[in-house]
């Protein structure tokens, strides 16, 4: 039986076959051999874990981006909001009189309505990210009557931001600076018969808040 030997020259080898005790003729088959480098098995590898399974900090934004709140992680606010904490926050606690700056989001079946960062310059020619400056407790756009809001950004008259739903004014009470919370706001504490935007008259919409400063009263 004849015995195969593999002699290598440069990308190419050479098998070589010993004659057998009945054979005096040597045979010899040539085949290519595909250099691989060790990167190269280390890139193969790479891909193929990731065409098996998605990385995973695809995988975690996509669990936030469908996550759905089980209605009964939902919290009732003292007037009968449900709300959601998305984000503690680890700042100072909003109590009832405090004065606040936040960005608030009105969103209607997953479509952004209603947004204080799409305020409008006093021209109306652009729109920036305006934060949101009201009193805790107080009667809802009662902060609205002023003339003007003097800015870096620019000068803003009094109905630069969107005006907020009522529901803003009192649930945004216990929230800590840094935080963040979504709240069901039915017709009555939204925008009522009248709709607003996209958000149709009589609708349920989420309101998003995110609690940026609370105010220290002059004198203090």
Not at 190 to 206: L, S
């Given at each position: 039986m004849a015995m195969a030997s593999l002699q290598r020259f440069g990308t190419w080898a050479v098998e070589c076959s010993k004659p057998s005790s009945s054979s005096s003729h040597t045979k010899q088959f040539i085949r290519p051999i595909i250099p691989i480098?060790?990167?190269?098995?280390?890139?193969?590898?790479?891909?193929?874990?990731?065409?098996?399974?998605?990385?995973?900090?695809?995988?975690?934004?996509?669990?936030?981006?469908?996550?759905?709140?089980?209605?009964?992680?939902?919290?009732?606010?003292?007037d009968g909001l449900k709300y959601f904490d998305i984000v503690?926050?680890?700042?100072?606690?909003a109590?009832?009189?405090?004065?606040?700056?936040?960005?608030?989001?009105?969103?209607?079946?997953?479509?952004?309505?209603?947004?204080?960062?799409?305020?409008?310059?006093l021209a109306g020619n652009r729109s920036i990210a305006q934060p949101y400056e009201f009193k805790?407790?107080?009667?809802?756009?009662?902060?609205?009557?002023?003339d003007f809001v003097d800015n870096p950004n620019g000068l803003f008259s009094a109905q630069a931001s969107p005006k907020p739903p009522p529901a803003m004014y009192s649930v945004v009470e216990g929230m800590k600076v840094g935080g963040k919370r979504t709240v069901?706001?039915?017709?009555?504490?939204?925008?009522?018969?009248?709709?607003?935007?996209?958000?149709?008259?009589?609708?349920?919409?989420?309101l998003n808040i995110e609690l940026l400063q609370i105010m220290q009263p002059e004198g203090k």
């Open positions: 480098s060790r990167r190269s098995v280390i890139l193969i590898s790479v891909l193929s874990l990731d065409l098996i399974s998605p990385p995973l900090q695809t995988l975690a934004r996509e669990r936030r981006n469908r996550k759905v709140i089980p209605p009964e992680e939902y919290l009732t606010s003292s503690e926050g680890k700042g100072p606690v109590e009832k009189g405090s004065t606040v700056l936040v960005h608030f989001d009105c969103a209607y079946r997953g479509i952004t309505a209603i947004s204080s960062r799409e305020s409008k310059l805790v407790g107080a009667t809802p756009g009662k902060e609205r009557k002023r069901i706001v039915p017709p009555e504490a939204g925008y009522g018969k009248r709709g607003m935007n996209e958000i149709p008259p009589g609708a349920t919409f989420d």
